[in-house]
């Protein structure tokens, strides 16, 4: 064989083990796309579902339970738990550190820096009971309000991991899975995003071979954080043209996986 024969069938070998090893990593595909949506709005049901339902894509919906969306419209969340969308823990009343910079709307009642790890743990226990009422489920992740994760300044990470499959977090990067923290995996808060902002994050995603997470809040509205609910349409549209190379989960099941795979 010629030097230069053997140099590029050498190239295109190791390519090829290069996107089978990636393949291995997201159940069969080149990347994995989780896409969660906070806060129990009624966007979510209005705007989100359909199109996700439309193009066949579990979700991750972070439920306030303590929201009026939650509440009120129990009978969808159920129905949306039924469909294959993962109903994910977000806590009763979103409890945030007053403490930090920018958090004086946080209510007094509702201040993390002020409670303790035991009782926030009982919070998150007791959302955990109402999901499971609503979709049977005895297995989920939880998103930690405001990114905070810490109570009364204690870490309480360690004290909710009995009670979860993992945690979503609020740091951005694409992730391989040996670089995933279980309890703390990133995201990207997606707020004003365009349409081309949201296709380079998956392209990126496609070409690094890694995990990508989207954190929506408003989607059309409802919400400060918000997308325009046209550009998160044309997101799903995107996801659909890349489906043979993209895993699209909830993050319960990416954290299952991710949990079985050797370290």
């Not at 910079?101 to 002020?114: A, I, K, M, T």
């Not at 930690?144 to 609020?170: H, Q, T």
């Not at 409802?222 to 989960?249: F, G």
Request: glycine share 8%.
């Amino acid at each position: 064989m010629r030097p230069l024969c053997r140099w590029l069938f050498t190239i295109l070998a190791f390519s090829i083990t290069l996107a089978s090893a990636a393949a291995d990593n997201w159940n069969g595909k080149r990347a994995a796309v989780s896409l969660t949506y906070d806060d129990s709005l009624n966007v979510h049901l209005d705007n989100a579902i359909p199109v996700l339902d439309e193009y066949g894509f579990k979700a991750t919906f972070y439920l306030t339970v303590g929201y009026p969306p939650f509440g009120e419209r129990l009978n969808e969340w159920r129905a949306v738990a039924a469909n294959g969308h993962e109903l994910g823990n977000h806590s009763l009343y979103h409890p945030c550190d007053a403490s930090q910079p920018g958090r004086e709307w946080v209510n007094p009642e509702r201040d993390l820096s002020q409670w303790s790890v035991a009782r926030l743990v009982d919070n998150l226990k007791v959302a955990n009971i109402a999901l499971e009422a609503v979709d049977g489920k005895k297995e989920r992740t939880y998103a930690y309000p405001c990114g905070d994760m810490s109570a009364g300044g204690e870490s309480y990470v360690a004290a909710i991991k009995p009670l979860f499959v993992g945690a979503r977090g609020v740091k951005s990067s694409i992730m391989q899975p040996d670089q995933v923290t279980l309890f703390d995996i990133d995201s990207y808060v997606i707020n004003g995003s365009s349409v081309e902002q949201l296709k380079t994050l998956v392209d990126d995603a496609i070409a690094k071979g890694g995990l990508l997470v989207f954190l929506f809040h408003g989607v059309g509205g409802e919400h400060p954080l918000n997308v325009d609910n046209a550009n998160h349409t044309a997101l799903i549209k995107y996801l659909d043209k890349k489906r043979e190379q993209l895993w699209v989960a909830p993050m319960v099941e990416i954290a299952q996986h991710l949990k079985k795979q050797p370290q």
